[in-house]
């Protein structure tokens, strides 16, 4: 059984002279009390050293990985044949084996024995001193912790999650505070709320007043504008509030404390964090604002979490529960999540809002890739970027304005306006119109010819007459057919052979025809001229005036009367 050792210098490979020791790992310490005892345990086979700090970084990184470089497979295939090889990382040796064809051994015995080896590293090695490899270690260290901070910003960028998330809960906690002043000093100055709109400002009036009844005596230059100071001190006379006492403003004093010390504490962690973001996403700060690129981080969990997500995922970053919503509803999904507070697409219309954020966070994922693994740390493709878009916002923005403002898609024609004139003369062929303001109303109009025969003006009874009138004509009209079918189904029967009537049966047949129909005649003219008598007496009681009455009525009614 071979072990093998990795060291700040290279791999070593130590061949193990009494396997059967192996199998009591309490007593397996013992064996390494002594150099001596140690040499009888193991003895080196092979040493396989590096030849610079690189190489040996590459190694260590590739170990601490789980993977073996080029080196230790080419060293582990020369000495290593129908050996089992014992290691300490269960990763490798699993890869070991697969590309190797190496069987390999990971136990708590393994464990204890490189535990023995360590501790007598230099006697079992020859030629490497305990000088040489406090400096070997401590280079390689170096060069290792460099290479880890250098591609992870998750050590970093924690203290931009926390700041944001702090600063929320600070901007939550002070408008608590704040609205808690207002209510509670409302009740002795209630004029003030509508006064002073600013929580702090209202907070310091409050605690250097007091009472109301001082605010005449006091000057609040230093925190109010003028005019503002001049409203507070005229409505501070004549408040409708209750009087309060000095226990009671003494508490309302501390609140006030409370929440001028909050807002200069957010000032500072704001500021703090301000600093940060320029320090590790200045690009992503350049584009979208340090608020912003901060919860895009706190949200995506980390920069380099960030930097992994593509673009549309940045862009609906925030939004997730209205996108599975409109997803489960076949809605149309959201245009933006958080990348909407940006200040690039607040000056956007809102026609031109999903545009705008489907470019910014194209642009943004770009930038926090270029934050999160990039060489240099400073603004200048951010701020490029941010150039980009402006420009494309004012193109977007000027089509708008060319496709509400242009001309339209067809220019009319001259003729169209030109149409009713004379070639050759300015003149219009026919009059130009003017417009009648008595048609706009058809009570009190009569015509002419009404007013010269007197007639009498249609109402409601005539317009039934009317129908009663077509009615009738129907009816004749319906025995006019009746009498030609009789006449046919006769002729049919004789020519089927039947004998024929008589002439003189015929012809009293139609005169009992004609005579009926003139007795429907008259007493149809009989009912016409009652309804005509009573028309005359209505008109004479209530007379009424009604539009003019049409031409066949007035022959209708001639024939009637004659």
């Avoid at 790992?25 to 030849?51: I, M, N």
């Avoid at 000057?219 to 501070?236: H, M, N, Q, R, T």
């Avoid at 004549?238 to 006030?256: F, P, Q, Y």
């Avoid at 015929?506 to 005509?532: I, P, V, W």
């Amino acid at each position: 059984m071979l072990v093998l050792f990795e060291t700040p210098a290279g791999f070593a490979l130590f061949k193990v002279l009494n396997e059967g020791k192996l199998s009591k790992v309490e007593d397996l310490w013992k064996d390494f009390s002594s150099v001596d005892s140690a040499r009888q345990v193991v003895k080196l086979k092979a040493f396989s050293k590096f030849e610079n700090t690189s190489e040996a970084l590459e190694a260590a990184t590739l170990l601490i990985e789980g993977k073996a470089s080029k080196g230790l497979r080419k060293f582990l295939r020369v000495h290593c044949e129908n050996e089992t090889l014992a290691v300490a990382d269960s990763k490798l040796g699993n890869l070991i084996k697969e590309k190797l064809k190496i069987d390999c051994l990971h136990n708590n015995s393994v464990m204890e024995l490189m535990r023995g080896v360590r501790n007598h590293l230099t006697e079992l090695i020859s030629g490497l001193a305990v000088q040489d490899m406090a400096p070997m270690s401590l280079g390689l260290s170096h060069s290792l912790s460099r290479y880890k901070l250098k591609f992870s910003a998750d050590k970093v960028d924690t203290m931009i999650v926390q700041a944001i998330g702090l600063l929320d809960d600070l901007d939550k906690e002070l408008n608590t505070y704040a609205m808690r002043v207002r209510e509670w000093y409302g009740w002795h100055f209630p004029e003030l709320t509508k006064i002073i709109q600013d929580n702090i400002h209202y907070a310091k009036a409050v605690k250097l007043m007091g009472d109301r009844i001082n605010a005449a005596a006091l000057d609040f230059s230093e925190i109010l504008p003028e005019e503002v100071e001049a409203e507070l001190k005229e409505a501070s006379v004549i408040s409708m509030g209750t009087e309060i006492g000095e226990l009671d403003l003494a508490n309302i004093r501390e609140l006030c404390d409370q929440v001028l010390s909050l807002s200069e504490y957010r000032a500072q962690l704001f500021d703090y964090l301000k600093s940060r973001m320029n320090t590790i996403a200045p690009n992503l700060t350049a584009l979208v604002g340090e608020l912003v690129g901060a919860r895009l981080i706190a949200h995506g969990g980390s920069l380099m979490n960030l930097a992994k997500q593509p673009g549309s995922t940045v862009q609906i970053l925030g939004a997730e529960k209205a996108l599975f919503r409109a997803l489960k509803t076949k809605h149309a999904t959201p245009k933006y999540g958080l990348i909407y507070h940006a200040s690039l697409i607040g000056q956007a219309a809102p026609k031109l809002k999903g545009k705008i954020s489907r470019s910014l966070a194209a642009k943004a994922a770009l930038a926090i890739r270029c934050d999160a693994l990039g060489e240099p740390q400073d603004n200048s493709m951010g701020l490029e970027n941010r150039l980009k878009l402006e420009a494309r916002l004012r193109s977007l923005e000027g089509k708008e304005l060319g496709r509400f403002a242009g001309s339209a898609k067809g220019k009319p024609l001259i003729e169209s306006y030109d149409k009713d004139r004379k070639k050759g003369s300015g003149g219009l062929i026919t009059p130009a119109k003017t417009y009648n303001p008595s048609a706009d109303s058809v009570i009190g109009q009569l015509t002419n010819s009404a007013m010269d025969e007197d007639t009498p003006v249609p109402s409601i009874t005539d317009k039934k007459e009317e129908k009663e009138e077509k009615k009738e004509k129907k009816e004749k009209k319906e025995k006019k057919k009746k009498g030609e079918e009789k006449i046919e189904e006769d002729a049919t029967l004789q020519a089927d052979g039947e004998e024929p009537e008589p002439v003189a049966v015929k012809k009293e047949k139609k005169k009992k025809k004609k005579d009926s129909t003139d007795n429907a005649e008259l007493q149809n003219g009989d009912n016409l001229d009652a309804g005509e008598k009573k028309k005359k007496r209505k008109k004479h009681a209530e007379p009424e005036e009604s539009p003019e009455q049409p031409s066949k009525k007035k022959g209708k009614k001639k024939k009637n009367e004659s």
